[in-house]
């Protein structure tokens, strides 16, 4: 608890320097909309900033996506990520991303260098979506998502290292919307049947409903994978891999020849894998009515007032 006050302080020091005008954030060359969370762990991002790639598409503007690319250890950044694109260089994430909307992503540590970079690359673009990034005051952002997870919330209330928390939780009054992810709040998952790594073959999840299969997950919450197959209807051998995991054929060799369902994130790691035992199962992030609405009405005042509006 001492150690959480002390990084309380210095995170309330560093966003009162940028809020203050002592540092200067830096601005992209087009409208910035953050989608980021305050807690540590998986709380559903990466599906909603797909699903507002989309969801702009829709509406006839393109996006392009950056993010810092965690895990990547890439020779030069900025770098941009295509769907064909190796995990380990650019960060799985950023990879899934570029493989389900086709979206310009590129990622850098320094998200303004990526930001100005996917601008000078794709002029096309008309509105950026920061992939996290909600502490990285550095890039000038017109607004602010923030992400919570309905079932784990914010945990103790603590920041890190005795809580969660990379923010206080008062920093949600300067966000434009936090959305909750779960059942019956803002947006939920939805699983989408399966695919086979090796050959792209489709199955649907009831499919896999006649034995036990085995479930992987190095996502921030696996028990959510994991409940969403048995609310399907299968049977599963739990195995939990951590965050972002690196995998190797030994991490899915079990002592059966049971199915391997594995969420995308982690498909992207094993692709290479000509394992006819491993399926991807993908998620889609489905909006509510009214979230919707107001996420719309977000992208409206940023085009609109946004000093680097493109229509």
Not at 77 to 82: D, G, H, M, Q, T
Not at 254 to 268: G, S, Y
Request: with cysteine.
């Amino acid at each position: 608890m001492p150690l959480a006050l002390v990084f309380r302080a210095i995170v309330s020091t560093r966003r009162g320097l940028y809020t203050r005008g002592v540092l200067s954030p830096r601005r992209a060359g087009r409208p910035v909309l953050v989608v980021g969370n305050i807690t540590v762990g998986g709380s559903g991002k990466t599906p909603l900033v797909i699903a507002l790639v989309a969801r702009l598409a829709e509406r006839g503007l393109k996006a392009g996506v950056v993010a810092r690319g965690y895990g990547g250890q890439a020779a030069h950044y900025p770098l941009r990520v295509e769907a064909t694109s190796d995990p380990r260089q650019t960060g799985d994430e950023p990879v899934l991303i570029a493989q389900r909307t086709g979206a310009p992503v590129v990622v850098a540590p320094d998200r303004v260098a990526a930001a100005r970079a996917l601008c000078e690359a794709h002029p096309e673009v008309d509105i950026l979506l920061a992939d996290d990034g909600l502490q990285h005051y550095r890039l000038a952002r017109d607004g602010e998502i923030a992400v919570r997870d309905a079932t784990r919330g914010y945990g103790n209330g603590w920041m890190l290292p005795a809580g969660p928390l990379r923010e206080p939780v008062s920093r949600l009054r300067a966000v434009d919307i936090e959305a909750v992810h779960g059942d019956s709040a803002d947006y939920r998952l939805t699983l989408d049947g399966a695919y086979r790594l090796c050959d792209g073959q489709t199955a649907a999840l009831s499919d896999f409903a006649d034995g036990p299969v085995h479930a992987v997950a190095g996502i921030g919450d696996p028990a959510r994978f994991f409940s969403a197959l048995e609310a399907a209807g299968l049977t599963l051998d739990r195995h939990p891999m951590p965050d972002h995991h690196a995998y190797q054929p030994h991490d899915l060799t079990f002592a059966d020849d049971r199915p391997v369902l594995m969420t995308e994130k982690d498909a992207i790691k094993c692709r290479g894998m000509q394992d006819t035992r491993l399926w991807a199962v993908p998620a889609r992030a489905k909006l509510a009515a009214g979230f919707a609405a107001r996420v719309d009405g977000l992208i409206d005042r940023l085009l609109e007032h946004s000093p680097e509006k493109r229509r």
